[in-house]
């Protein structure tokens, strides 16, 4: 039986590549987005949706457990990025991070959470940042809404381990996609400057975290963040 996965923010950048990655193995793909997908793959469905928005979340998770009876893996991935110093980030600002990073990680984890719980087991994988372990000037609102993904994943780990449920993290370094295109190149050259490994993450690196986490033999393994490139 092909696994069933939903993945958030699979429009574009790490979320398209990994939707299209576990397409390639003969899994099932339900993805999200504010837009329009251009994935062709007859194992792959498409919302159009706000993550932060609770019902059509909700409509959402129903609609993908009515068409293939089962859920097994949740990528929380969609997230949006914003370095500002924090006396000129403006309040809408810091709000529409927040909804996206961690609002939008909290209801999917609980809605899927749901489903999960009736089979007794499955996966859940959430999306960090190096930037909460290096301290970034000017990325404050955006690590603080990942710092709160981390304590999130710690705790709803041990509140869903009863139910078989698995909750890791894995927390990537800045990656060539469109979340990081508007940041400066000295502020990426600093961040990268702190990491033991000086180079931006590749695609690879991140799916290789995602593939240990929900494989069957990581079972014992739960409520743990990776860092990726050393910090």
Do not use: W
């Amino acid at each position: 039986m092909s696994r069933v996965f939903i993945i958030t923010g699979s429009r574009k950048g790490i979320g398209r590549q990994l939707a299209e990655y576990y397409l390639s193995k003969g899994d099932i793909v339900a993805g999200c987005s504010r837009g329009k997908s251009s994935i062709k793959n007859s194992n792959y469905m498409h919302f159009e949706l706000d993550i932060s928005d609770e019902d059509m979340v909700i409509n959402m998770v129903r609609a993908v457990k009515k068409q293939h009876g089962h859920i097994d893996i949740l990528l929380n991935n969609a997230g949006i990025a914003s370095m500002n110093h924090i006396l000129t980030t403006p309040y809408t600002s810091a709000r529409k991070i927040f909804n996206t990073n961690f609002f939008g990680t909290f209801l999917f984890t609980r809605e899927v959470s749901k489903i999960m719980i009736k089979q007794k087991n499955g996966r859940i994988v959430n999306y960090s940042t190096v930037a909460v372990a290096l301290k970034i000037a000017g990325e404050s609102i955006y690590s603080a809404s990942k710092a709160a993904i981390e304590n999130f994943t710690r705790i709803s780990a041990k509140e869903l381990s009863a139910f078989g449920i698995r909750v890791n993290a894995v927390a990537p370094t800045p990656i060539l996609t469109d979340l990081i295109k508007g940041i400066q190149k000295d502020k990426k050259d600093e961040l990268i400057s702190q990491q033991a490994i000086h180079r931006l993450a590749e695609f690879d690196d991140i799916s290789n975290v995602v593939d240990f986490f929900i494989n069957e033999k990581s079972d014992f393994i739960t409520g743990q963040v990776i860092y990726l490139g050393g910090v």
